[in-house]
């Protein structure tokens, strides 16, 4: 099977590769990135073709790359620079259009968009119920471009299929917060500033959050495995993906070691505008209203239809990420590149703060 990923030298594309190596059928795997990665596993088990879906004009090389494809798994997206969000939107809802258009001009039958539960309308019910199903509404939250963008991938699809009911099929993956050990420097380079080690994740002694945050998550292996059984039966529709238990306040504070201090949100949200605004903070504040307004996730749909269940629980995926991000974990890929605070600081002499930053 020929299959096309954009994105794949991110945290989903790197654990696709791994799980796709793993197949006993023979793959051959294309990845599509702005910075192929160097030699190295899984790496080099795809051969490398560098696009920014941000370009003008991006869907004709997409289309040679796409033709032949048995499926495209379409994961570029991003994050930085959270400043700019004229290219951020660019990237993923211009880019997602351009995936699909793409994909029909080269008679692709199959594509996997990740969505995510950014992607959801906020939920205002017991944030401990069952989860929400698929049918719940895809308008996100309007104070993060990030659930914005994710919302308008969303109507893109919903326009797709109502004009080429022909094809190709199209699934959508909506999980969780997506994390693994090796993501640990690029989460810290999201979301901290550049001057704060690592090691400081291992030292805290209060966790000062709202007591009543609860996210789903889900480990990155476990997403890749769910979107390689959606490329293997070539199904369409949309997915939840995630992992029990759901992560609370009090989990969090258990997995770092420190003491949960109940801080209302409106105060947390005061502070973190008020970091952002000062450019301490490279996180966008619109991240903190998301955590608050994500619904938790029924996935009884994907383990009935395509028997999948998650190999690692909450609560370990979440220790394993923490573990990654005080160890400054990393792969070869630039975008899972090490961190580390002189790093960090020379690049913030050189090209500005990371919100803001030029792209390399």
């Not at 290219?87 to 793409?102: D, E, H, I, P």
């Not at 810290?188 to 709202?210: K, S, T, W």
């Not at 994500?294 to 990420?321: C, F, N, Q, Y």
Request: hydrophobic fraction near 45%; charged fraction near 20%.
């Amino acid at each position: 099977m020929r299959i096309v990923i954009t994105g794949a030298s991110g945290n989903v594309g790197t654990a696709l590769l791994r799980r796709l190596l793993a197949d006993p059928e023979e793959h051959e795997l294309v990845g599509v990135c702005r910075r192929p990665p160097a030699i190295g596993a899984p790496y080099d088990s795809a051969a490398w073709t560098s696009l920014d879906l941000a370009a003008p004009g991006v869907e004709l090389p997409l289309r040679t790359v796409f033709t032949g494809a048995d499926a495209v798994v379409h994961l570029a997206w991003g994050f930085q620079p959270a400043r700019d969000v004229g290219y951020l939107r660019r990237l993923g809802v211009g880019g997602t259009a351009a995936v699909l258009a793409a994909a029909r001009d080269a008679g692709v039958p199959h594509v996997v968009h990740m969505s995510s539960v950014g992607a959801y309308s906020p939920w205002h019910g017991d944030p401990l119920g069952a989860g929400v199903t698929e049918e719940w509404p895809t308008h996100g939250i309007s104070s993060l471009a990030y659930s914005v963008h994710k919302a308008e991938a969303e109507r893109l699809i919903d326009e797709h299929e109502r004009s080429h009911p022909e094809g190709p099929t199209v699934a959508r993956m909506r999980p969780g917060l997506v994390v693994q050990r090796d993501a640990g420097s690029a989460l810290l380079r999201y979301g901290m500033p550049a001057y704060v080690p690592a090691a400081v994740l291992r030292h805290l002694p209060l966790l000062p959050v709202d007591r009543e945050l609860v996210v789903p998550i889900v480990h990155t292996d476990d997403l890749a495995d769910a979107v390689a059984r959606v490329v293997r039966e070539r199904t369409g529709g949309a997915f939840n993906v995630a992992a029990d238990p759901p992560v609370t306040r009090d989990l969090i504070a258990e997995v770092l070691g420190a003491r949960p201090l109940h801080v209302p949100r409106p105060v947390l949200r005061a502070a973190a505008t008020l970091a952002w605004q000062l450019r301490l903070l490279p996180l966008d504040p619109g991240w903190l209203d998301l955590a608050f307004a994500v619904p938790l996730l029924a996935t009884g749909k994907i383990r009935r239809e395509l028997g999948w269940e998650p190999s690692v629980d909450a609560r370990t995926a979440l220790a394993e990420v923490v573990d990654g991000m005080a160890a400054a974990a990393a792969t070869t890929s630039p975008v899972l590149r090490p961190r580390s605070v002189p790093g960090e600081l020379a690049a913030l002499v050189r090209r500005g703060p990371i919100g803001r930053r030029p792209l390399p």
